[in-house]
């Protein structure tokens, strides 16, 4: 009995906690690997290693929920897909972890553009990551502008 007891005391207190700060910067890596590619103009590879298959996002520009197949769904109803030029950086960052599932959130600043047109941002991102196996994958991502509160 007091065997085990010390045995739990161990592992509560030396494995437990590294396991997830260990987590918690594989999320960091994973979610700046992930910009990295989408930044670099790899948006399959990016979306291909990071996100679940039922991926769904709600990005900053207030268009409709995001879907995994978002190619095939424009096509069939006859949109354009405008994926925009992204340099960003992630600040304020937090993730907690629960098990398997990561709630990140954080701030990601500096351009967009769109054409001939490139706009400063600084947006609000929230998101879920899922752990499969040993990789960390996105379930959904929310982003939202920041704006300051009017007086």
Not at 20 to 38: C, G, M, N, P, T
Not at 47 to 72: I, P, R
Not at 102 to 121: I, L, Q
């Amino acid at each position: 009995m007091i065997r085990n007891l010390v045995i739990i005391i161990t592992f509560l207190l030396f494995w437990s906690p590294q396991v997830v700060a260990d987590d918690a910067a594989d999320v960091r890596a994973s979610i700046e690997q992930h910009y990295y590619l989408f930044q670099s103009g790899d948006l399959e590879a990016s979306a291909a290693k990071y996100h679940l298959d039922d991926f769904t996002a709600f990005f900053a520009d207030g268009s409709v929920l995001w879907e995994t197949d978002y190619e095939s769904v424009a096509e069939r109803m006859g949109a354009t897909v405008d994926i925009p030029r992204v340099n960003v950086r992630m600040t304020n960052f937090k993730v907690q972890i629960y098990d398997d599932v990561a709630v990140v959130t954080f701030y990601v600043v500096g351009t967009y553009g769109e054409g001939d047109e490139t706009r400063p941002v600084t947006n609000r991102v929230s998101a879920v990551w899922v752990k499969t196996g040993s990789e960390w994958k996105e379930a959904h991502h929310h982003e939202s502008l920041l704006q300051p509160r009017g007086l």
